[in-house]
């Protein structure tokens, strides 16, 4: 035998050795693994805590809902759509689909199954893509919901461990529900109730299997009940939502979807026959990405308000997500549209940089039942703005003065007001009455009147602060601690004339103060707040109020208002069924510094049953002017915002009268205000276009005997009706550094 051939018999015998070597390392390093994988395992099994039922939260969808359950706006979490729904509620057809296509031991294995890990492997083998996995139901739910999907050794004993320990504590029925709440079904739905609602436009949270199998059941019911066909395909769909949606890849999805119907018979659910009659179901069109929860549109600005409000109820942000509440608001259909829909129509043809935010409150509850804060649900929201009031603040002052035993009667010079440090106060366009009561004064909105009152109250601009919070002025808002005041705590004296910033939301919850009589509710948008598991988080009682003026004060306010909205061009309430309904209002305009330009003008206004406040204004602050290119005051287009928006929300809503007032000071009410005893028309004032008449007065009318007089057909001798915006408010030069105490003029109107 050469040297060659005895080497490469050597070398044989060698790698025979070696695989000797090998085989008997791994034949003893198998039983070794084992033992440490057993180990491994059982230790993690006794470690390892379970959370009970219910325990574990995933991200649902909440709803915000108006007070008839229309909905508002929808808060999707990040992952997508969820809805989570009982096992009651769970068609049995789609329990028995996901047991096919994915765990057909489910009912009696423990957790994990070794006839799945064999039929995953085999269909590996084969290159079966519709033989099942090898996780078990239980498995892949603990996957999703505690351990994740991270590729370990240490994931994959935990997950096992916790699936066995699991099957132990859990029901087979809250396992089952639990996974259907969960998995992922494409289409950005998560959960059977997402799915059914995104593949069939289905909402199985309507119905119950029970009343599924009722042959009478009404067809508009029965149109949320999934039939065994579409429950298969739902099902099939779970293994990949991207490769088996019928709208993806129909030849997979009808693949799959005769791999769960031959498995629903296989488990006795479905016999032969009725699985032969099954048809490829009817899908619905693949729709666009959720965008409910882009913050689009005036809805979108309650959402804010709504999240924010929770968290005061002691409801978390992780209870929104995860909670799938449905959160009822105060919101009533009818106010909210009018709202939205007569702002943008008086709007229609305006300067487009003009802006306009609404809020409406029901006197007898405070609930915010409309809230428009502009039309941006992502910008900025105007209804709940630190914005100057004008003149519409005088009300509070007004208040502070019947307290004080200041009647409605008490009589005031309405000319120019000089002050010390040389402020001075006129009222707008020379206005005046000459000497006149409150009453009057109110009506014409005279700031030196006001003014005047304000230094007669005991505690002058203090008390009308103080007033104003009694009512429901905020004491503090966004990033203003106190509200109403200076730095040093203490309001100026242009607080009367609305120096400071108020928001549209306090102005309607203070007004809506005097529609209650006097009474006060703190304004709200939350009413009751469930789960989808139908667990009441928060269920609002009534508010009973709390007095905070005398009904006999607020009552005497209101009949001084009450005037107003005809007087501010007439702007008066109107039902087509009952006719005429009385209200009380305020209009204001706050100026733009010295300028003679208006930047804020308001309407705010009520009846016994609800309180507006309307604001329009620019994004910047900046001169108003309408359509026409005239300065905008409040009454006019607030005024007439104001009255199209209450008219639409009060449409058919019986009529109701303002309490009649009690004495306040010796005075019940208007009080009749007599015509100045001395009066010199000026040329400015009474424009003469035609020669007088025989007979004919200053007045107008015509004297046809001693005595006897007729009213004069044309007055043009009178005060010029035609002076535009001049009706029921003030325009006030107050802003930083220039407020009345400095003694910049302010003018009303």
């Not at 504590?169 to 709440?181: C, D, G, R």
């Not at 667990?535 to 905070?548: Q, S, T, Y």
């Amino acid at each position: 035998m050469t040297s060659g051939a005895g080497d490469k018999a050597e070398g044989r015998r060698t790698a025979a050795k070696i695989a000797a070597w090998v085989v008997g390392i791994v034949a003893g390093a198998v039983p070794v693994l084992v033992i440490v994988g057993v180990a491994a395992f059982v230790f993690t099994y006794v470690t390892v805590v379970v959370p009970a039922p219910g325990d574990i939260k995933q991200n649902q969808v909440a709803t915000i809902v108006d007070s008839k359950g229309g909905v508002l706006a929808r808060v999707v979490p990040p992952e997508g759509n969820r809805t989570d729904v009982k096992y009651e509620n769970i068609p049995t057809s789609m329990v028995a689909a996901i047991k096919a296509a994915e765990d057909r031991d489910f009912d009696s294995n423990v957790g994990f199954s070794l006839r799945g890990f064999s039929r995953a492997a085999l269909g590996k083998l084969t290159s079966d893509g519709g033989a099942g996995g090898g996780s078990t139901i239980t498995q892949q739910y603990v996957k999703n919901a505690i351990v994740g999907d991270e590729v370990s050794y240490k994931r994959k004993f935990k997950e096992l461990a916790i699936a066995t320990k699991m099957s132990r504590q859990w029901s087979k029925e809250e396992i089952m529900a639990a996974y259907l709440n969960t998995i992922y079904f494409g289409r950005g739905a998560y959960g059977i109730a997402a799915a059914a609602k995104a593949y069939f436009n289905r909402d199985i949270t309507k119905v119950t299997p029970e009343q599924c199998a009722d042959s009478k059941l009404p067809r508009a019911k029965r149109a949320n009940c999934l039939s065994a066909s579409e429950s298969a395909l739902l099902a099939g769909i779970v293994r990949g939502p991207s490769l088996y949606d019928p709208a993806v890849n129909p030849e997979m999805a009808t693949e799959r979807w005769n791999y769960v119907l031959d498995g629903m018979v296989d488990i006795g659910f479905l016999q032969k026959a009725d699985r032969d009659t099954q048809k490829f179901p009817k899908i619905a069109a693949v729709k666009a990405a959720d965008s409910s929860d882009v913050k689009s549109g005036p809805n979108g600005l309650i959402e804010r308000k709504v999240l924010a409000e929770l968290d005061t109820l002691d409801i978390t942000e992780q209870d929104v997500r995860t909670g799938g509440l449905t959160i009822t608001t105060s919101i009533r259909p009818q106010v909210q549209n009018a709202l939205v829909s007569q702002a943008r129509s008086v709007m229609t043809g305006e300067p487009k940089e003009l802006r306009t935010a609404s809020v409406s409150i029901d006197p007898a509850t405070g609930g915010i039942v409309g809230y428009f804060g502009g039309n941006d649900g992502q910008g900025w929201d105007y209804a709940s703005a630190g914005l100057q009031t004008g003149s519409v603040f005088k009300v509070f002052a007004l208040v502070a003065g019947l307290e004080q035993d200041i009647p409605l009667s008490q009589r005031y010079d309405s000319s120019p007001y000089v002050g010390p440090g040389g402020i001075t106060i006129n009222n707008s366009d020379g206005e005046s009455c000459g000497t006149c009561n409150l009453a009057t004064a109110t009506k014409m909105s005279l700031n030196t009147v006001f003014y005047r009152l304000m230094m007669d109250l005991n505690g002058g601009p203090q008390a009308v602060a103080d007033t104003a919070h009694r009512l429901g002025i905020a004491e503090s808002f966004g990033d203003i601690e106190h509200t109403l005041s200076e730095p040093n705590g203490k309001p100026e004296n242009g607080i009367v004339l609305g120096q400071y910033p108020t928001r549209v939301l306090d102005m309607a919850s203070a007004y809506a103060t005097l529609a209650a009589s006097g009474i006060y509710r703190e304004p709200y948008l939350v009413q009751k707040v469930e789960t989808s598991t139908g667990d009441v988080l928060f269920d609002r009682e009534a508010n009973k109020g709390k007095r905070v003026v005398s009904a006999a004060v607020a009552d005497n306010v209101s009949a001084a208002l009450s005037p107003i909205a005809a007087y501010s061009n007439g702007n008066a309430l109107y039902d087509s069924t009952y006719g005429a309904r009385p209200s009380a209002a305020k209009t204001g305009t706050a100026q733009l510094g010295d300028t003679g330009e208006n930047k804020d003008a308001w309407m705010v206004g009520y009846t016994p049953q609800l309180s507006t406040a309307v604001w329009v204004g620019t994004n910047k602050g900046t001169a108003l002017r309408n359509s026409y290119g005239g300065t905008i005051y409040g009454s006019g287009l607030p005024a007439q915002i104001w009255r199209a928006q209450m008219n639409a929300a009060l449409e058919g809503v019986p009529v109701e009268q303002f309490p009649d007032p009690e004495p306040v000071g010796g005075q019940a009410g208007v009080p009749y205000e007599p015509p100045p005893t001395t009066y010199t028309p000026t040329e400015t004032s009474r424009q003469r276009s035609r020669p007088r008449l025989p007979g004919e007065g200053d007045d107008g009318n015509i004297t046809i005997l001693p005595g006897v007089t007729i009213p004069g057909g044309n007055n043009d001798n009178g005060n010029s009706g035609d002076n535009g915006d001049n009706g029921g408010d003030g325009d006030v030069t107050l802003g930083p550094g220039d407020g009345a105490s400095t003694g910049t003029r302010s003018r009303g109107n």
